[in-house]
């Protein structure tokens, strides 16, 4: 049975290779097959992975990635390092803290974070071995778990991804530590400016060149763990009596004192997945990994293991050198009050001070490089407008339609809502959409699984545990539950001033309406006007392929379906002339520039 397995075990081999030939399926690239109602298309990267297996609904393997292949061991451990050690373990331990109500309850939930982000993690490399030819993770997922009805979950998460998906937050973050490397007190305008010059600076560092770019993110990654490093040690040091710091282990006496509510432990909860969100980062580049299920498992899991052992003896630091009564007053300045209590306010201080700076700018570039492949692939899904923009890599070789989506919304979220409630309201509305996304994942693993035993394929060369399934499904729905529990003090007594799920209940209706735009350009729109959507593969000059939406006359049907397989590719190989997309209709004719059909 699959329960006993091991969870990191890795199958690929003779018994692999024989279970291939047992169900004996030898396909080539883009051979489709079907179950009798849908169809599939086999599918192989020049990553060095297996051939895929994905329904026909979905955007086409790049067979050769645009993106290029310079996502090695290192990288992959840094993407993730970079992500997860970024604002969280410097400004969330008081808010954890508070959520739990005592010292030892809130150790055990940094602990906790390590299960919650290790199942998850397996949840993600079985998706890898099913599809390890595909960036975007996610977005990916969801599309192969749930293609019907067609184009649904990619609209919805395209939506997610592009609008929901924003790092006002985290730059906010970066700027107010850099005004705490000076003495200066700052306006909201200024935090702002700086804030917008800082995420700016992360934009550029990526759009330019995508290897380079990784290089950086690496040498920030080595100067976060430093940096951790030097708070550990220095928290040694404090406990041994060598600081100024007195009764360094007085936050350890009586450690489980405090009452805890289950709103402030759903919230606790939140703040910790906040902190360990990024193991999952490198999983968005998987395209661009050579032999990608055995790099991801073994790199990501040492990334993971690293930044627990350094999370955890953190905040140990942190509760040796401040007062649990200074520590829940620290809002989002917890390592700024640990260095003042240590140093002093002086230079020494403020100095290190930048260090926190540079892990937020590491961890802005980090998100960039993995939400960049996300709505990239949504992109290439067809269900945004303008395929080029999304999909192609000109003129640097990088996903410069992503990252400039990226920098507009979080502008605007960085200087359109005031500090305070609207701030925290905006902040908060992208985590219920997010957990239903992350429970559908879950669910839709089961969904793939059964699917692919209808149709006699191959087991795929990882497989997580069930229980880890079953686990990942309650954690989720629990945070899909949770957040309409009232807070002890009543309905206004949230993070905000007005009812406190207004945020989950927006978030609802995001999905709701979702559903609705879905229906009524698939469907409604349609039937009116008398057309059908279908969809065709077009390929870039750059190698960049993705897929695009055209309106069908009904009467022009039949030979359209006569002349494109279910993919989407013209079944002769000749060049589509005309391609209306919707919203847009586009000149294809073959010339330096222009979209071709894919092969």
């Keep these: 049975m699959s329960f006993w397995r091991r969870p990191f075990s890795d199958r690929k081999g003779d018994a692999h290779e024989a279970e291939v030939q047992e169900q004996g399926r030898h396909d080539s690239?883009?051979?489709?097959?079907?179950?009798g109602s849908i169809y599939y298309v086999a599918g192989k990267a020049g990553n060095d992975s297996?051939?895929?297996?994905?329904?026909?609904?979905?955007?086409?393997?790049?067979?050769?990635?645009?993106?290029?292949?310079?996502?090695?061991?290192?990288?992959?451990?840094?993407?993730?390092?970079?992500?997860?050690?970024?604002?969280?373990?410097?400004?969330?331990?008081?808010?954890?803290l508070a959520g739990t109500g005592s010292i030892g309850l809130s150790l055990i939930f940094w602990a906790l974070g390590f299960v919650t982000s290790i199942t998850a993690f397996a949840v993600y490399l079985e998706f890898t071995s099913l599809f390890p030819n595909r960036s975007g993770a996610e977005v990916v997922y969801l599309e192969q778990a749930f293609p019907r009805p067609k184009w649904l979950f990619p609209t919805a998460f395209a939506f997610q991804s592009v609008v929901l998906t924003f790092s006002s937050g985290n730059a906010i973050v970066l700027a107010q530590y850099l005004f705490k490397i000076g003495t200066h007190v700052p306006t909201n305008w200024e935090l702002k400016g700086v804030a917008i010059a800082g995420y700016t600076l992360a934009v550029l560092l990526v759009a330019l060149h995508t290897k380079y770019a990784y290089w950086f993110s690496n040498a920030i990654g080595a100067v976060k763990v430093i940096t951790l490093l030097f708070i550990i040690f220095t928290g040694f040091a404090v406990l041994g009596g060598h600081t100024p710091v007195k009764n360094p282990t007085e936050n350890f006496h009586n450690s489980f004192d405090g009452k805890a509510t289950a709103y402030?432990?759903?919230?606790?909860?939140?703040?910790?997945?906040?902190?360990?969100?990024?193991?999952?980062?490198?999983?968005?580049?998987?395209?661009?990994?050579?032999?990608?299920?055995?790099?991801?498992?073994?790199?990501?899991?040492?990334?993971?293991?690293?930044?627990?052992?350094?999370?955890?003896?953190?905040?140990?630091?942190?509760?040796?050198?401040?007062?649990?009564?200074?520590?829940?007053?620290a809002k989002q300045t917890t390592a700024s009050l640990f260095f003042n209590n240590v140093f002093g306010s002086g230079r020494t201080s403020r100095g290190l001070n930048f260090l926190i700076a540079l892990s937020a700018l590491g961890n802005l570039i980090a998100v960039l490089l993995g939400t960049s492949r996300i709505i990239r692939e949504c992109g290439r899904q067809g269900v945004l407008p303008w395929p080029r923009f999304w999909a192609s890599t000109r003129p640097f070789g990088t996903a410069l339609g992503p990252y400039f989506a990226k920098w507009i919304i979080t502008i605007i979220m960085i200087l359109a809502p005031p500090a305070g409630d609207a701030f925290n309201f905006i902040t908060d509305l992208k985590i219920y959409p997010a957990s239903f996304f992350d429970f559908l994942m879950a669910v839709g693993l089961i969904v793939i699984r059964q699917r692919r035993k209808h149709l006699g394929l191959p087991r795929p060369t990882f497989r997580a545990w069930d229980w880890v399934i079953a686990f990942n499904i309650l954690k989720n729905l629990y945070l899909l539950v949770m957040p309409w529990y009232p807070p002890a003090g009543g309905p206004n007594s949230g993070?905000?001033?007005?009812?406190?799920?207004?945020?989950?209940?927006?978030?609802?209706?995001?999905?709701?309406?979702?559903?609705?735009?879905?229906?009524?350009?698939?469907?409604?729109?349609?039937?009116?006007?008398?057309?059908?959507?279908?969809?065709?593969?077009?390929?870039?000059?750059?190698?960049?392929?993705?897929?695009?939406?055209?309106?069908?006359?009904?009467?022009?049907?039949?030979?359209?379906?006569?002349?494109?397989?279910?993919?989407?590719?013209?079944?002769?190989?000749?060049?589509?002339?005309?391609?209306?997309?919707?919203?847009?209709a586009e000149d294809t004719d073959s010339g330096k520039g222009q979209p071709k059909s894919g092969e």
């Excluded at 086409?60 to 990288?75: A, D, H, K, M």
């Excluded at 945020?503 to 057309?531: E, Q």
């Design 495 to 584: 993070d905000v001033s007005f009812w406190y799920a207004t945020y989950a209940a927006v978030g609802l209706g995001i999905i709701v309406a979702c559903g609705g735009y879905h229906w009524l350009w698939t469907v409604g729109i349609p039937k009116l006007r008398g057309y059908r959507l279908r969809q065709e593969i077009i390929e870039y000059e750059d190698g960049a392929q993705s897929q695009t939406l055209v309106k069908v006359p009904v009467a022009e049907l039949e030979a359209w379906d006569a002349s494109h397989d279910h993919s989407g590719r013209r079944l002769d190989g000749s060049v589509h002339h005309t391609a209306v997309q919707i919203g847009k």
């Design 50 to 96: 297996e051939v895929s297996y994905q329904d026909t609904i979905g955007a086409p393997v790049e067979v050769q990635s645009p993106l290029g292949y310079t996502v090695g061991p290192v990288t992959i451990i840094f993407l993730n390092i970079s992500k997860m050690i970024g604002t969280g373990i410097f400004s969330t331990p008081s808010n954890i």
């Design 29 to 35: 690239n883009g051979d489709e097959f079907s179950d």
């Design 264 to 329: 402030g432990i759903t919230n606790a909860l939140y703040k910790i997945i906040f902190s360990y969100a990024g193991y999952e980062n490198a999983f968005n580049v998987v395209n661009e990994v050579k032999n990608p299920v055995k790099q991801l498992r073994r790199n990501g899991l040492i990334a993971l293991f690293a930044v627990t052992i350094l999370y955890i003896l953190t905040i140990i630091a942190y509760y040796a050198a401040v007062p649990k009564v200074d520590l829940l007053d």
